[in-house]
């Protein structure tokens, strides 16, 4: 059994930036750990006076601008963007996935939910547009989510991404005349960089790895892993 209980970015984005996966092993010692306990996986001293923002996520494209805090989960939204670091981004996943984006200074940051709904409605675009035009020096990590070997899908989905850009048509693998596996990382990766956004991943899968993650297509679960984005106070 794997008892890993954070992944991390690893500094890909920029020293400024802190950006982890919260596993399963996480939530199940959290619930009975006392939050001062130094055993705890990272230290919440780093942003425990940060609020952690949540958003109701609905396979959209909205993109809610962060200034401050809010009580209430962002509505109707699949992404956050934010220059403020007294907030700390969240998104809830169960086999989408999670990108965090920086720009190079670590003055902005955005983080998104990416199923195939957002991506091909254009989440990634829609999100890139908050970034300050000025900048072109953007860096993303892509979060665990499902892999392609484990991700079918049917033709209205194929038929969806052939539609918009024919490019796409290298991250599927038919079946057969009706179902393809889908790989929707590299499909993520290929937006990016038509964008010149530098991209890095986690090679984790949220089906296969499932002593780490809740995943959806393995078993239903309403229950979800926790992808955390914030600016460093440095």
């Given at each position: 059994m794997n008892d890993l209980e954070i992944v991390s970015s690893k500094g890909v984005l920029g020293q400024k930036i802190g950006c982890i996966t919260l596993t399963k092993n996480f939530f199940e010692k959290i619930k009975t750990a006392d939050i001062?306990?130094?055993?705890?996986?990272?230290s919440f001293t780093e942003f425990q006076d940060l609020p952690i923002q949540y958003m109701?996520?609905?396979?959209?494209?909205s993109v809610g601008v962060i200034k401050e805090f809010s009580d209430e989960p962002i509505p109707n939204t699949?992404?956050?963007?934010?220059?403020?670091?007294?907030?700390?981004?969240?998104?809830?996943?169960?086999d989408?996935?999670?990108?965090?984006l920086a720009n190079a200074e670590g003055t902005e940051?955005?983080?998104?939910?990416?199923?195939?709904?957002?991506?091909?409605?254009g989440i990634i675009q829609e999100s890139l547009k908050k970034f300050n035009p000025e900048n072109n020096d953007l860096k993303a990590w892509l979060a665990p989510c499902i892999s392609q070997n484990k991700y079918e899908v049917g033709k209205d989905v194929y038929k969806t991404f052939m539609d918009l850009d024919q490019e796409s048509k290298k991250n599927f693998k038919e079946v057969n005349s009706e179902k393809?596996?889908?790989?929707?990382?590299?499909?993520?990766?290929?937006?990016?960089?038509?964008?010149?956004?530098?991209?890095?991943?986690?090679?984790?899968?949220?089906?296969?790895?499932?002593?780490?993650?809740?995943?959806?297509?393995?078993?239903?679960?309403?229950?979800?892993?926790?992808?955390?984005?914030?600016?460093?106070?440095?």
């Open positions: 001062n306990d130094k055993a705890l996986p990272f109701n996520q609905v396979h959209g494209t699949d992404a956050l963007f934010t220059k403020s670091n007294k907030v700390s981004l969240a998104i809830m996943s169960a989408c996935l999670p990108i965090a940051i955005a983080l998104l939910h990416a199923g195939w709904r957002g991506l091909s409605a393809w596996m889908f790989d929707l990382k590299a499909e993520a990766a290929r937006v990016l960089k038509k964008f010149k956004v530098q991209v890095s991943q986690s090679n984790y899968c949220t089906y296969t790895d499932d002593d780490l993650f809740y995943s959806y297509r393995r078993n239903k679960t309403d229950e979800r892993v926790l992808t955390l984005l914030w600016r460093k106070n440095v």
